[in-house]
């Protein structure tokens, strides 16, 4: 079977000839290992043995936000500004919003060694900037998707994997205008002003979802944020409020053009796994294995793999700092608890990936025994 036909029998539940393997960002997310910029670490030498391994040996599944390449409704600037300077070697990324009188501000810092965006100040921080922030004009949110970079990238990839298309949801985008801190409090303390923030926040998302599955139908979709509302930061009855209610209609709009709607939820998923069914996702990642989380893969794949492929479940730091003799008996049995009896599908895949500039031989060994055992795997 080609990448692609892999790829896409084990989205139907069909029968494939062994389990898709793929390493999630790495070749997954956009680089340019040529680009010169001291903020991108994937233009450090060590990254290239690893970066070429995903093209040339792994199954392919290129994520792609249309959110990110498309156009904002021009009146946002009345309300908001944003600044972008770089100070003491770091790049920082300022937002002000001004509303009802009120001034909303967050900072976010990204530094030269690390792929990753730190926030260092919230854009709301209490109930009155929660109030002003719902007044927010709701063509504010209107946004013009841009699906030619996904149609580009499918036909890129060719049969060597499958695009998919990466969204937030409503959750998401709400709970991380707070501190984890204060969104925990707001959302326990503060139901109905909460969902007045997720119908807000949703209604564009609706809108945006719906052009981008029909205008690039048959597709998997990446939804990331539930777990903002798995245990230990909501009790599960939460996530069927804030997760629930907001993502099935994401779901059944993917599903109505022919595509394939995948859940991202880290850690604790045991108790909420019944509410990712009932939503009718095809797909959840990356079924964490204790103590990450609290649901062995054997038992996710007997109780729940009939309606969900099923992606995962090897965690990043064991690809990152395990001996290579041992990982492979924790790839062996990832690949066995993820295939046993009758299921869906499986794709083994890490948890995340590296974000520092260098990439050590003990990750390379182990990034490439996860590819040798999986190529050699009897299903």
Not at 22 to 44: A, C, L, Q, R, W
Not at 93 to 99: A, D, L, Q
Not at 212 to 233: C, D, N, T
């Amino acid at each position: 079977m080609t990448n692609r036909e892999r790829l896409m029998a084990t989205l139907n539940g069909k029968s494939v000839d062994r389990p898709a393997v793929n390493f999630y960002e790495i070749g997954g997310i956009k680089v340019t290992p040529s680009d010169p910029s001291e903020f991108n670490i994937y233009n450090h030498p060590s990254w290239q043995p690893l970066l070429q391994l995903a093209e040339q040996e792994t199954d392919l599944i290129r994520t792609r936000n249309p959110w990110l390449t498309g156009k904002q409704n021009d009146a946002r600037h009345q309300f908001m500004k944003v600044e972008q300077f770089v100070q003491n070697g770091n790049q920082f990324i300022r937002t002000i919003i001004n509303i009802g009188g009120r001034t909303l501000m967050s900072l976010t810092r990204r530094d030269p060694e690390v792929d990753t965006v730190w926030t260092i100040e919230h854009l709301l921080k209490d109930i009155e900037d929660l109030k002003a922030y719902i007044r927010l004009p709701d063509d504010l949110f209107e946004y013009e998707p841009d699906i030619s970079e996904l149609i580009q990238a499918d036909l890129e990839v060719g049969d060597r994997g499958i695009v998919m298309v990466d969204t937030s949801d409503p959750l998401c985008m709400g709970a991380s205008l707070f501190s984890m801190e204060d969104y925990t409090v707001i959302a326990l303390t503060e139901q109905s002003l909460f969902h007045a923030l997720l119908e807000k926040l949703s209604r564009s998302l609706y809108l945006t979802t719906e052009k981008v599955a029909k205008r690039f139908p048959g597709h998997l979709w990446r939804i990331f944020g539930p777990e903002y509302a798995s245990e230990p930061y909501l009790p599960p009855y939460l996530f069927k409020e804030y997760v629930v209610r907001y993502v099935e209609p994401m779901v059944q709009t993917i599903q109505k053009y022919g595509g394939f709607a995948r859940i991202h939820c880290h850690g604790r998923i045991q108790n909420i796994l019944p509410y990712i069914i009932q939503m009718g996702a095809c797909g959840i990642d990356p079924i964490e294995p204790p103590p990450q989380g609290d649901m062995e893969l054997s038992k996710a794949r007997l109780e729940y793999g009939k309606d969900l492929v099923l992606f995962g479940n090897l965690e990043i730091n064991d690809i990152e700092y395990m001996k290579t003799n041992d990982f492979k008996k924790v790839v062996l049995k990832s690949l066995t608890d993820g295939t046993r009896g009758e299921g869906r599908g499986f794709v083994l895949m890490p948890s995340a990936s590296p974000y520092g500039r260098i990439i050590t031989g003990q990750t390379m060994a182990n990034y490439s025994a996860i590819v040798e055992l999986t190529k050699s795997f009897v299903v």
